[in-house]
């Protein structure tokens, strides 16, 4: 998925389906049939809360790309 | 760390810290510690189960789920490595194994499972075992598979098939061996269960069912162990250096007994995560919660119910009367199976029936549970697109009497279910 800024991809594999994304950020995460993080179409995104809810998903299955300059947001590389 | 807190929490991973963070939006002042016998700050207990922690000897960065500076942000104190010892209700006070004391106004108990160890080992050779529970457990478990290429897993549960998925994964030579006849006994039946076997035997891992390690033999470190057939006798000796043990978990609650609190297999709450004594609540593996959709008490030991649980009980701490209604559900994909369960999926009482869906040679399979001609949980085996439907009809209370034949064919639609049946 892409925003103007970000790329924002879900791990498929490593998503539990716990629904913390959406809690957090529920204008951007929404759950598919398999109960797993799914992102909105057209999604308005929050930069603070598509973060925070990358930085608390246990799972580490949301990765953040910056569009513009081609930098992993997250998960860090370090 | 002070000696009065008006907020108390006994252990730092997920429920105690949602319930921290979910006390600090409504009680900004109020005094708040939680107190954690491991020596971390939240990390997340899934990367433990991810090969990328074992790959490489560092944490990956999605290990620590909240920031040192995190804490004396938001004003809550964290004190580390502290054992609690005792608990007394009436004086609201705990005491910790340092000889310290520390009073609450109220108590949050979130404080966990250990693993269950392996019976019947002398000790000695029992230290040699590793045991995934906790972080420092799992760097063990890191430092010693660096140079192990053959691995023992002994159980057939949830921990035990993540680590055959992911020591396969890493090129690992694993061997697994279960005491009952059929893995995941406590949750699958049979047909769900040949799934499993058959991925293991797929993915290269050598089975030994109904089958318990007898001794350990080796002098500085493992080097060959002694499996025996408790059916047959049957005694194999086989090489290994590492071996891992997922035999299912239990809770270290003598204290908390002691104290007049109410336990089972685990601490007894409401579904406001109440325990039976006035300002205590519990919270994560060690609740034992009433369940508003099962109508009766669940132990159920995930991430999610327990993130959930520190939720509801902190909002009940500061007084915003919460209840857990969720149909609880656990997924994931491991050897190259979906497998999911979701809602009741405890062992089959009087009332409860099971039907069928799919089957072992479709390659797909459903065990649903039914109760009164409603579902109530499910086993999934290939089906996990389902999910969503079965959380649906399950929380929603819908009748399938009308469907009872249709229900077993995969091609059969849930949906249709969902929007024809009443609640």
Known sequence: MKSNKYSITIDYEACIGCGLCNEIAPKIFTSDEQMKSKIIDNALIDEELLLKAAEECASGAIIIINNETGEKIWPKDD | ?423
């Open chain 2, 1 to 423: 760390m002070l000696t009065h807190y008006k907020y108390l929490i006994i252990g730092g991973g997920i429920a105690g810290t949602t319930a921290a963070e979910t006390i600090r939006q409504y009680d900004k002042d109020g005094t708040l510690v939680i107190l954690s016998n491991e020596s971390h700050r939240l990390y997340s207990r899934i990367v433990l189960s991810k090969p990328e922690f074992y790959e490489n000897a560092g944490a990956p960065r999605t290990l620590f789920l909240r920031k040192p500076e995190w804490y004396p942000v938001n004003n809550i104190d964290l004190s580390c490595d502290e054992t609690v010892i005792g608990l007394n209700t009436k004086e609201k006070r705990i005491s910790l194994a340092s000889g310290k004391y520390i009073e609450y106004d109220k108590l949050l108990l979130a404080i966990g499972v250990q693993p269950l160890p392996l019976p019947g080992l002398e000790s000695l050779e029992a230290k040699n075992i590793l045991y995934l529970h906790n972080l420092d457990q799992a760097k063990e478990i890191q430092k010693h598979i660096i140079d192990s290429k053959i691995v023992l897993v002994v159980g057939g549960g949830f921990i035990a098939i993540e680590f055959c998925d992911l020591l396969t994964k890493l090129k690992r030579e694993v061997i697994s061996v279960i005491a009952s006849s059929w893995y995941w006994r406590s949750t699958f039946d049979e047909i769900s269960s040949r799934f499993i076997e058959n991925a293991l035997k797929k993915n290269g891992i050598e089975i030994y069912t109904e089958s318990l390690v007898k001794e350990i033999i080796g002098k500085s470190r493992i080097e060959e162990v002694n499996i025996c057939n408790i059916k047959t006798g049957k005694q194999t000796t086989i090489s290994c250096s590492t071996i891992i043990a997922a035999i299912g978990t239990r809770c270290d609650l003598d204290w908390v007994k002691e104290s007049g609190i109410k336990c089972n297999k685990g601490i007894l709450t409401n579904e406001y995560m109440e325990t039976n004594m006035s300002d205590v609540w519990a919270a994560g593996d060690c609740a034992e919660y009433f369940d508003l959709i099962c109508d009766r008490h669940i132990k159920l030991a995930n991430w999610t119910n327990a993130r959930t649980h520190g939720k509801i009980a902190g909002m009940n701490m500061v007084g915003r009367r919460s209840s857990y209604r969720k149909t609880t559900f656990y997924s994931t994909e491991k050897l190259g199976l979906s497998i999911c369960f979701v809602g009741d999926t405890s062992p089959l009482g009087e009332n409860k029936k099971t039907i069928s869906r799919g089957s072992y040679e479709h390659g797909a399979y459903t065990e649903l549970r039914v109760v009164n001609d409603r579902i109530v949980g499910a086993t999934m085996i290939n089906m996990s697109n389902e999910l969503n439907s079965l959380v649906s009809l399950i929380e929603n209370g819908v009748l399938i009497g009308n469907h009872l034949k249709e229900i077993g064919n995969p091609n059969f639609d849930l949906k249709f279910i969902n929007k024809h049946e009443k609640q």
